[in-house]
């Protein structure tokens, strides 16, 4: 049986794929009454080596994921992201953000992180907790860097 596709060309270089067969839901999360919740992304990710990587994000699992509220991709996303974190909460915790962002976590990592998580903070006042995640050379290592 082949799954129902939808396609949706949203600008010239995003396109989404929906698959519309009916699935039961098996997380432990809830829908809004008004939005659905992101419970999986799966990420094709273009190595250096030019071999892909696939990378599937889980949200309902206890990773730490919980709460996430967004994705960044590039140096702009963490330029816009750092300039928010230095408005609301002081360029001391923006630095640690982009310098997580633009070095290796080890010196002999073979690349600089790739995305960066973010979850909300706890209470307004408290600062998000932000993941660096693919850049390490071992991917049996599940855990992301914490960097706030």
Not at 8 to 22: A, G, M, N, R, V
Not at 47 to 68: A, E
């Amino acid at each position: 049986m082949s799954a129902l596709k939808e396609e949706k060309i949203i600008s010239s270089d995003i396109k989404l794929i929906y698959d519309l067969t009916e699935k039961p839901n098996h997380t432990q999360l809830k829908a809004h009454e008004d939005r659905a919740v992101i419970a999986k992304l799966r990420a094709d990710l273009v190595l250096p080596t030019d071999k892909i990587l696939t990378v599937d994000i889980d949200f309902d699992t206890t990773s730490g994921y919980h709460g996430n509220t967004m994705l960044i991709m590039d140096d702009y996303g963490v330029e816009m992201f750092t300039a928010a974190i230095a408005a609301k909460h002081g360029q001391e915790h923006a630095d640690r953000i982009l310098n997580a962002w633009n070095n290796k976590k080890n010196i002999d990592d073979p690349r600089k992180p790739t995305y960066m998580l973010v979850q909300k903070p706890s209470t307004p006042s408290d600062l998000p907790n932000v993941f660096v995640a693919c850049g390490d050379r071992d991917h049996k290592d599940i855990k992301a860097q914490r960097v706030s």
